[in-house]
């Protein structure tokens, strides 16, 4: 085991789910044609004024109470100035001094050990335009100039991978939920910085920053490779330099980007065409109010249901399932929570659909849940049926009645095909009732087998093994 311990900051931009953009009425949209959602405001124009979309700062002070942190009631804006081809204007508006929260933690539970990782702030600002590289040129997209971010910094509080994706996998749910950002990292709409440093003694080592990861499963993998990195530049007496790297998640290293030779000096100062942002304290109590129900709330109704905790976990990864399952408050949830992650999400997967784009309608859902637990329809009959419940505007009992799909419920009928099928295979049931389990699984094909498979499985089992057991 090694000798060195890791300490990790992580740095993370959230794009903010608002219509327009942080200082331009341009709209806030994912997968345009380049350069469509963009105006000379976002452009640089000379002589052009910012004036301040009041939903990102909205969005942003949910952030901030979902991440536990203070809120600023009085802040202003910044300008970050630096010469790159993706800032049209030289400089970046952003909040230096004045961050909209701060002093926050989000709280992660490693094997049954909790951790409060410390977020030092959250400041607003805007994002700068997409660089499209080739080998000759650099090309650029405007529409993301001016997007509302949430800059997420914690405290070098993280110590392992683990907790810097637990933390990660977290901080996703807590903003997503919130209905904060969309968070899909894929899109650039979540995307995580890790500050690397090791070290032998209690003062930090020399501080590497591994930039833009695409996953978060990544970060845990480029924290890792990282210190290795670093623990065998170390071993052979060579001296560390302040870097700035990237992830190759090809060949699973981070590669040089740039050395830090001299701090960066981007010269900030207040923003002189945005005035003063003053909060009330109505205002915050106004959007916290107004804060959706939280993935943490979920959990805990589905488990209480008899959702299994990694089934729970399954519904909040996926949230447009999850927002299916709360529109129905009478329905029996855990048989709900099996169809949705079963049969139905690999229909979705294959057919990469929303649940909300299927024919899936409210009633249909509670009415197949229904014959589920009464044993109307089986899982078998549902594999038989899905395209059509899933594709067409038809209620179950029609379809049923179309498909022929007519089950046995009635429970003395059962029973009549399982004593004759117990008569017949007196063998099997003398196995059985001598300890051999794997008897009952023939018995019970058998039982299908003469029903056509019209009897619900699991009251067919419970029937067989009760009868079975009157014979002991």
Same mark, same amino acid.
Do not use: W
């Given at each position: 085991?090694?000798?060195?311990?890791?300490?990790?900051?992580?740095?993370?931009?959230?794009?903010?789910?608002?219509?327009?953009?942080?200082?331009?009425? #341009?709209?806030?949209?994912?997968?345009?044609?380049?350069?469509?959602?963009?105006?000379?405001?976002?452009?640089?124009?000379?002589?052009?004024?910012?004036?301040?979309?009041?939903?990102?700062?909205?969005?942003?002070?949910?952030?901030? #109470?979902?991440?536990?942190?203070?809120?600023?009631?009085?802040?202003?804006?910044?300008?970050?100035?630096?010469?790159?081809?993706?800032?049209?204007?030289?400089?970046?508006?952003?909040?230096?001094?004045?961050?909209?929260?701060?002093?926050?933690?989000?709280?992660?539970?490693?094997?049954?050990?909790?951790?409060?990782?410390?977020?030092?702030?959250?400041?607003?600002?805007?994002?700068?335009?997409?660089?499209?590289?080739?080998?000759?040129?650099?090309?650029?997209?405007?529409?993301?100039?001016?997007?509302?971010?949430?800059?997420?910094?914690?405290?070098?509080?993280?110590?392992? #991978?683990?907790?810097?994706?637990?933390?990660?996998?977290?901080?996703?749910?807590?903003?997503?939920?919130?209905?904060?950002?969309?968070?899909?990292?894929?899109?650039?709409?979540?995307?995580?910085?890790?500050?690397?440093?090791?070290?032998?003694?209690?003062?930090?080592?020399?501080?590497?920053?591994?930039?833009?990861?695409?996953?978060?499963?990544?970060?845990?993998?480029?924290? &890792?490779?990282?210190?290795?990195?670093?623990?065998?530049?170390?071993?052979?007496?060579?001296?560390?330099?302040?870097?700035?790297?990237?992830?190759?998640?090809?060949?699973?290293?981070?590669?040089?980007?740039?050395?830090?030779?001299t701090g960066n000096d981007y010269r900030y100062f207040p923003e002189p065409d945005i005035p003063y942002v003053i909060l009330s304290q109505e205002e915050i109590e106004k959007v916290q109010s107004e804060i959706p129900v939280l993935a943490?709330?979920?959990?805990?109704?589905?488990?209480?249901?008899?959702?299994?905790?990694?089934?729970?976990?399954?519904?909040?990864?996926?949230?447009?399932?999850?927002?299916?399952?709360?529109?129905?408050?009478?329905?029996? %949830?855990?048989?709900?929570?099996?169809?949705?992650?079963?049969?139905?999400?690999?229909?979705?997967?294959?057919?990469?659909?929303?649940?909300?784009?299927?024919?899936?309608?409210?009633?249909?859902?509670?009415?197949?849940?229904?014959?589920?637990?009464?044993?109307?329809?089986?899982?078998?009959?549902?594999?038989?049926?899905?395209?059509?419940?899933?594709?067409? &505007?038809?209620?179950?009992?029609?379809?049923?009645?179309?498909?022929?799909?007519?089950?046995?419920?009635?429970?003395?009928?059962?029973? &009549?095909?399982?004593?004759?099928?117990?008569?017949?295979?007196?063998?099997?049931?003398?196995?059985?009732?001598?300890?051999?389990?794997? #008897?009952?699984?023939?018995?019970?094909?058998?039982?299908?087998?003469?029903?056509?498979?019209?009897?619900?499985?699991?009251?067919?089992?419970?029937?067989?093994?009760?009868? %079975?057991?009157?014979?002991?």
């Amino acid at each position: 085991m090694s000798d060195y311990k890791k300490t990790i900051g992580i740095e993370v931009h959230v794009e903010l789910k608002t219509k327009e953009k942080l200082f331009s009425p #341009s709209s806030n949209l994912y997968g345009n044609l380049a350069n469509t959602n963009c105006n000379i405001i976002d452009l640089g124009y000379p002589g052009v004024l910012p004036v301040l979309n009041h939903e990102a700062v909205s969005l942003a002070i949910r952030a901030a #109470s979902v991440l536990n942190c203070k809120i600023r009631t009085k802040m202003h804006f910044d300008r970050k100035n630096y010469f790159y081809p993706d800032n049209p204007k030289n400089f970046q508006i952003t909040e230096e001094r004045t961050p909209i929260g701060y002093d926050g933690y989000v709280e992660i539970d490693d094997d049954g050990v909790k951790k409060k990782i410390e977020i030092l702030e959250m400041h607003i600002e805007e994002d700068t335009c997409k660089s499209i590289h080739s080998k000759e040129r650099t090309l650029l997209d405007f529409n993301r100039a001016g997007v509302p971010l949430v800059e997420i910094v914690t405290k070098p509080c993280i110590h392992t #991978s683990k907790e810097a994706t637990l933390y990660l996998e977290k901080l996703r749910e807590l903003l997503l939920y919130a209905e904060v950002s969309d968070c899909k990292i894929e899109e650039g709409s979540m995307r995580c910085d890790a500050n690397v440093s090791i070290s032998k003694t209690e003062e930090l080592g020399t501080k590497v920053e591994v930039k833009n990861i695409g996953s978060i499963t990544n970060v845990g993998l480029a924290i &890792e490779y990282e210190g290795k990195r670093q623990e065998e530049l170390l071993e052979a007496s060579e001296k560390l330099r302040e870097e700035t790297r990237r992830y190759d998640a090809k060949l699973n290293k981070t590669i040089l980007m740039r050395v830090k030779e001299t701090g960066n000096d981007y010269r900030y100062f207040p923003e002189p065409d945005i005035p003063y942002v003053i909060l009330s304290q109505e205002e915050i109590e106004k959007v916290q109010s107004e804060i959706p129900v939280l993935a943490d709330v979920r959990r805990e109704k589905y488990l209480k249901s008899g959702i299994s905790l990694l089934n729970a976990n399954k519904l909040i990864a996926n949230k447009d399932l999850s927002d299916y399952l709360e529109e129905f408050k009478d329905i029996n %949830l855990k048989t709900a929570s099996n169809l949705l992650l079963g049969d139905i999400s690999a229909y979705l997967n294959k057919k990469e659909l929303s649940i909300f784009e299927s024919k899936l309608d409210k009633n249909k859902f509670s009415d197949l849940v229904k014959k589920l637990d009464d044993g109307v329809i089986s899982n078998k009959n549902f594999k038989d049926i899905i395209v059509d419940v899933m594709e067409r &505007e038809i209620d179950l009992d029609s379809l049923l009645k179309e498909k022929g799909i007519e089950n046995v419920v009635d429970n003395n009928l059962v029973l &009549e095909i399982i004593n004759k099928v117990i008569n017949e295979n007196e063998k099997v049931v003398g196995d059985y009732l001598g300890g051999n389990e794997r #008897s009952l699984k023939f018995l019970m094909g058998q039982v299908m087998k003469e029903s056509k498979g019209s009897v619900n499985p699991k009251i067919a089992n419970d029937l067989l093994i009760k009868t %079975l057991d009157e014979r002991k």
